[in-house]
């Protein structure tokens, strides 16, 4: 075999045949320190980079507001951080398919009493469709963003796998990403330690964002008001109603289902007596439905839209076993998985878990590894025995 031909075969840094100079890399670019890092990275090992920023919406630029992805200002620290590095840069407007597919559908989950998690249909949608066709047409060989998760080479083809620092990992949000679009990610800052050594790598590149903050807020819902936005985009869907406990007795009034949530304690307006929690939500009544705190155990849960990335096809066994997150901010639990028809499923906890909400995500992981084998979109819960 010829030297040239020997040396095309050898794995880049990316996990593809080419050397870095010859593989075109889209990259995914908030305006956040992760993205441009990311950016940084691969235009210091040599790759075409090309730097993408999506304009979603612009609330956080029209209030002047700190926190808040998306925004006008945002856009122009990527475009610093691209001229910084010497790579191009492009503005995609994507309101419109924004507003279609994440909130709209965000309103209607909350009008059906669910609690929706939106970053994840943004990523299912626009960012790892829409804009993963957009780089395919501009030629590129793959797509990378600032996720902290791990894209492993697996036996089977690519494997989704938490990030190395457990504090950052963002594999939750990532469940409903579909093996075609894996195979064509890269998430580079998987493996790092931690996020100061994502800041370090900032200073080192000189970015005007390295001591930028992190992103706390949905960037089209200020202060997390999820309620003032439902009312501003469905005008009479914030009825009031009863407050009932568990019996169906009155407890008192509320100013709208679309303000409350499964485990909300506070903000209840029912003073005196034991504590009492949302235990369900039910709009066609518009009733909140309160109880004690053992209520909101669950074993049950029952999801849809199953996507599944284990190595044998989901219907192939009677019953999966799995560790399960039913929350970001929740540690994996052990549970059985029952495929069912239709990409649905029904999840076993082994151990009851509190505030299992319709709407959220279940994402099932490996037991006692990292590998994410998928998820699904809870579509409501049984009670503990």
Not at 97 to 114: K, P, S
Not at 186 to 207: C, D, W, Y
Request: glycine share 10%; charged share 20%; net charge neutral.
């Amino acid at each position: 075999m010829p030297m040239e031909a020997a040396a095309e075969t050898i794995l880049n840094s990316l996990g593809l045949p080419k050397p870095p100079a010859r593989t075109r890399v889209v990259v995914a670019m908030s305006g956040g320190v992760d993205s441009s890092v990311v950016a940084a990275l691969l235009a210091r090992e040599g790759y075409e980079v090309i730097g993408i920023t999506l304009q979603l919406y612009d609330h956080g630029a029209a209030l002047a507001r700190k926190g808040a992805c998306c925004a006008g200002r945002d856009i122009h620290d990527a475009a610093r951080v691209a001229e910084t590095m010497g790579f191009p840069h492009y503005v995609l407007d994507y309101e419109s398919r924004f507003r279609e597919a994440v909130i709209e559908d965000f309103a209607e989950t909350y009008l059906a009493g669910a609690t929706p998690v939106p970053c994840i249909r943004c990523n299912q949608t626009v960012k790892f469709a829409d804009l993963m066709a957009t780089a395919r047409e501009l030629g590129a060989d793959c797509m990378a963003t600032g996720h902290y998760v791990q894209r492993i080479a697996g036996p089977h083809g690519a494997e989704l796998h938490r990030a190395a620092d457990p504090a950052r990992d963002q594999s939750y949000f990532l469940f409903a990403t579909t093996r075609g679009q894996l195979d064509f990610l890269r998430f580079p800052l998987g493996g790092l330690a931690s996020k100061a050594e994502t800041r370090a790598l900032a200073a080192e590149f000189g970015l005007p964002v390295a001591e930028k903050p992190d992103s706390q807020d949905i960037c089209f819902v200020p202060q997390g008001r999820y309620g003032d936005l439902i009312a501003r985009l469905r005008p009479g869907a914030a009825e009031p109603g009863e407050i009932v406990d568990l019996s169906g007795r009155v407890l008192g009034s509320h100013r709208g289902v679309i303000h409350y949530t499964i485990g909300q304690r506070r903000g209840l307006g029912i003073g005196g007596g034991a504590p009492l929690y949302v235990i369900r939500l039910e709009p066609e009544s518009r009733r909140v439905v309160v109880g004690p705190r053992e209520a909101l155990a669950t074993r049950i849960v029952l999801v849809a839209e199953v996507n599944w990335l284990g190595d044998a096809p989901f219907d192939s066994a009677e019953v999966w076993e799995a560790e399960v997150k039913i929350r970001s901010t929740r540690p994996a639990v052990p549970a059985r998985i029952l495929p069912g028809p239709c990409g649905t499923a029904q999840v076993e906890l082994a151990v009851a878990e509190e505030g299992v909400a319709p709407g959220q995500a279940c994402v099932f992981y490996a037991p006692g590894g990292s590998r994410v084998l998928g998820g699904g979109w809870i579509a409501r819960q049984r009670p503990a025995a």
